[in-house]
């Protein structure tokens, strides 16, 4: 069975419970395998917001990648994410940041996720559950990655609430 990783985000409302929700609902898409701990840190891109906690999902899936994206999307909509702001506030977010050792670029999707390799938020908590993944266009460990990452932005670890 294939395996994804996936980051889930939120920085609006209850975060915590928005990251559970979509644990619940992705492991109606497949099995899940591992969940990062929690991770907080301050907006990236569009930095006047409230800070993200973030967590990553280890899934095995029958589903194809686009199938996936549906479904990932279909839980964002289930917690009622509003697309107004590139990078702005959101209730949840869930992106795919690999799937097995594919290359997708598309319209629609790409995987491996385009800015992986620059954003500390998402590769903490991947390196948890993936340190020794190897990001298929790069060919560098997730490990690797994380320590070539330009991104100066705290990553802290916090205890569920």
């Not at 990783?5 to 979509?22: E, I, K």
């Not at 506030?89 to 999707?109: A, E, F």
């Amino acid at each position: 069975m294939p395996t994804a990783y996936l980051l889930l985000g939120s920085n609006l409302g209850d975060r915590v419970s928005q990251l559970g929700f979509a644990v619940e609902q992705l492991a109606g898409t497949g099995h899940v395998v591992a969940v990062s701990g929690l991770y907080e840190t301050a907006a990236w891109g569009l930095e006047d917001q409230p800070p993200f906690l973030n967590q990553a999902v280890q899934l095995e899936t029958t589903l194809l990648p686009e199938q996936l994206l549906d479904a990932c999307q279909q839980v964002e909509t289930q917690a009622q994410r509003r697309r107004d702001l590139r990078w702005g506030p959101r209730t949840l977010d869930v992106d795919i940041l690999l799937y097995d050792n594919l290359i997708i670029d598309t319209l629609r999707l790409q995987v491996p996720h385009p800015r992986l390799p620059e954003r500390r938020f998402a590769l903490v908590p991947l390196a948890e559950l993936a340190a020794s993944a190897v990001h298929p266009g790069s060919m560098k460990t997730v490990a690797e990655l994380l320590a070539g990452c330009p991104d100066t932005l705290e990553v802290v670890r916090i205890e569920n609430q």
